[in-house]
């Protein structure tokens, strides 16, 4: 962009200077003292104003365009000009190995030891003169007492910014062990290489954390240990300035990490001890229990399987310390799902759950030999459902919170001839309805061989007419 706005200027001002080139001077003889004159010293004038600041934009961008800087001085440009860093026209023609340039700067009154100051480095001209292998160039500022100046050694070089250094230099680059102090409070103490934060040191920022470790291109590099203000610690593996790799982290409220960590997070494989006594171990991501793992609680409860997003969810298995057990399909820390939960007692659910519940489609068995395979709705028998019994009873039919409510079918298949259904002798098999567990409303009665009984209304279990076997 600057080269672009150089050149359009530069042309412009060429045009400019060459009507004037071809004028022939005024002098005594001619007679040529008249407005003319006096029109072209303006035009001059103006023309050098233009040169010095395209030729200070120049050096403003060191070493982008050399021809460019001949021309600001070829149009009358102050050649002892410089950038806010330093940046002079003798640097420029050090770099370039333009020996007459240089000759002319300092007749001009330029200082073969000038120096370039910039937060990257620190060097005269002769340091651009041997980087870039200008013998001839580097040969002649030599003769004129030049040097590397504090380019080499220990030195303290403060910058225009605010920023200071003190340590060693090496060619004009900060080179070795060193300090340096940015104008927001932030300071580092530690290796440099080519100007550039690389090895071992510590940095030590204004809002009172802290780093101590590898650096590699002035960020938190390799192995090292970061503190935080609050207490916080983290110990391990850095990239790019960030946790990445195997580490330990230590809250200063007492929970602790040891394991993985990705871009700044904990991110796969590792353990989480809660100050709590809770622990964690399995897999991690973006700071939150992703993937397989187990948490377990102080007070003994264990789970192990899925987790997303720090919570409970996918297929897993908690076992309770009492001895309970939940295997099955979890979502968002609640069992929701196809699972089996088991009891102490022998007891066992196998079927849908829903937050935490029973709900679905299940079958419990009881300890005894009972069984219910059917409808659910929180935790209680809803719905359609046939409930067996271990003496070999059994009633399909709906229910309603847990009893027979609605039409049903009560069976008796045992075969002891005495076995008959409640307030029914000699009945063996009741279709009809329920009411809380008891026959209510419109039912039949059949015996053994299928022969109707009785048949009418019931209430509270009983028959309401006057019932055929006490004829």
């Known amino acids: 962009m600057i080269r672009s706005i150089v050149s359009i200027v530069f042309c412009l001002l060429i045009s400019s200077l060459s009507a004037p080139a071809q004028t022939a001077r005024p002098t005594e003889k001619s007679g040529a003292r008249n407005s003319g004159n006096r029109s072209g010293k303006a035009t001059a004038h103006l023309s050098q ?6 030729l200070k934009m120049l050096l403003d961008e060191p070493m982008r365009n050399y021809d460019s800087v001949k021309a600001m001085l070829t149009a009358g440009a102050d050649i ?29 009154g330029i200082s073969a030891n000038a120096l370039y100051n910039t937060e990257w480095i620190t060097a005269t001209p002769l340091y651009y003169a041997v980087k870039y292998n200008r013998d001839n160039a580097a ?42 102090w940015w104008n927001n409070g932030d300071r580092y103490e530690g290796d440099f290489s080519n100007s550039v934060i690389t090895g071992k040191g510590t940095f030590y920022y204004h809002n009172g954390n802290r780093y101590e470790g590898d650096m590699k291109n002035g960020f938190p590099h390799g192995r ?14 850095f990239v790019a300035g960030k946790r990445h790799g195997k580490g330990e982290f230590n809250w200063a409220w ?4 040891v394991g993985n960590f990705a871009n700044d997070s904990l991110s796969g494989k590792g353990i989480m001890y809660y100050a709590s006594g809770d622990w964690y171990e399995g897999e991690w991501k973006n700071d939150l229990q992703n ?6 609680w102080t007070n003994g409860n264990k789970y192990t399987g899925q987790f997303v997003g720090g919570q409970l969810s996918g297929k897993g298995a908690y076992n309770w310390v009492n001895g309970e ?11 929701s799902g196809e699972g089996i939960y088991t009891w102490p007692t022998g007891e066992k659910y196998i079927g849908h759950f829903e937050n935490n519940m029973k709900h679905g489609k299940g079958s419990f068995f009881w300890v005894g030999g009972d069984k219910y395979v059917g ?30 409510n609605g039409y049903g079918v009560y069976s008796v298949t045992n075969p002891d001839p005495k076995k008959f259904i409640r307030y029914c002798k000699k009945c063996k098999t009741y279709k009809g309805y329920w009411k809380d567990g008891r026959k209510e409303g419109k039912g039949t009665c059949y015996g053994a061989k299928g022969r109707i009984i009785y048949a009418g209304p019931f209430a509270k279990d009983r028959p309401q007419k006057k019932y055929p076997s006490r004829q």
Do not use: P
Request: net charge neutral; with cysteine; charged share 25%.
């Open 325 to 335: 057990k939940y295997e099955g399909q979890y979502k968002k820390n609640v069992a």
């Open 49 to 54: 104003r233009h040169a010095n600041f395209l």
């Open 291 to 296: 993937g397989k793992g187990t948490f377990h």
């Open 139 to 180: 040969q002649q500022l030599r003769q004129q007492g030049a040097s590397f100046g504090i380019a080499n050694g220990e030195h303290t070089q403060e910058y225009d910014q605010g920023h200071k250094y003190t340590g060693s230099f090496v060619n004009g680059e900060r080179q070795g062990k060193g300090t340096f």
């Open 375 to 404: 409808e659910w709705r929180n935790n209680k028998k809803n719905g359609t459902g046939s409930f067996f019994w271990q003496n070999g009873d059994k009633y399909e039919g709906h229910f309603d919170d847990d009893a027979r």
């Open 254 to 257: 007492c929970d602790r990490y």
């Open 224 to 237: 090292g240990t970061f503190y935080w203000k609050n207490g916080d610690v983290y110990e391990g593996e």
């Open 80 to 108: 002892t000009t410089k950038s806010g860093d330093g940046w002079t026209v003798l640097h420029e023609a050090a770099a370039a190995g333009d020996t007459a340039v240089i000759s002319r700067s300092m007749r001009a």
